[in-house]
């Protein structure tokens, strides 16, 4: 079992790399994956979660000059207490512009767009908002480090058992994003 969803979780990666590095190659921007490791089980909606790294991908490529470069990397995040692996992460790191630290606290609310000097990027910003929102629903979590001029990482963590997700359906997770939208 653990093979088969190693091999899903390189799959999901792997499916989003393909996806995306047109776009990148179109934008000059070097797209790279890195698998650390023997992977962990995990449960995940593989459909969600394909939003979820297809959206912060196409935002580093965005948010990156030409010539950068934009690394996906799965790996194992271990307990600090126990120091055991207990969740999977897959972080998505841009050598972009990087965001200013008094924006980091709103970026994930609904319509929240970092304003740049200068250079306006299209979009919503409701992107960062349902990746938080599908993050939750896994029982997970993102977390974000940034340096202005240096670049962005996003980085998701999935939990390894299946008790921590949110136990509603896929339909009802959708509803749920919905209302993210008109709420």
Not at 41 to 50: G, L, T, Y
Not at 66 to 86: H, L, M, Q, S, Y
Not at 168 to 182: A, S, Y
Request: charged share 25%; glycine share 8%; net charge negative.
């Amino acid at each position: 079992m653990a093979e088969e969803v190693h091999r899903l979780v390189e799959q999901v990666v792997s499916e989003v790399y393909e996806t995306m590095i047109l776009f990148a190659k179109k934008n000059n921007i070097e797209l790279v994956t890195e698998l650390v490791g023997d992977l962990p089980k995990v449960w995940f909606d593989r459909a969600k979660i394909n939003q979820v790294l297809t959206n912060l991908i196409s935002n580093a490529v965005k948010f990156t000059p030409a010539e950068g470069r934009v690394t996906i990397k799965a790996f194992c995040n271990n307990d600090p207490a126990t120091g055991k692996v207990n969740e999977l992460a897959i972080s998505v790191a841009d050598t972009g512009m990087g965001i200013p630290k008094e924006a980091l606290a709103k970026i994930f609310e609904r319509f929240y767009r970092v304003k740049r000097e200068g250079k306006q990027i299209q979009g919503t910003g409701l992107g960062l908002a349902i990746v938080n929102k599908i993050m939750i629903m896994h029982g997970g979590r993102i977390d974000v480090e940034s340096q202005v001029d240096q670049g962005t990482t996003f980085t998701i963590f999935l939990p390894l058992s299946p008790e921590t997700l949110s136990g509603v359906t896929p339909e009802e997770n959708d509803k749920i994003l919905e209302n993210t939208l008109v709420n």
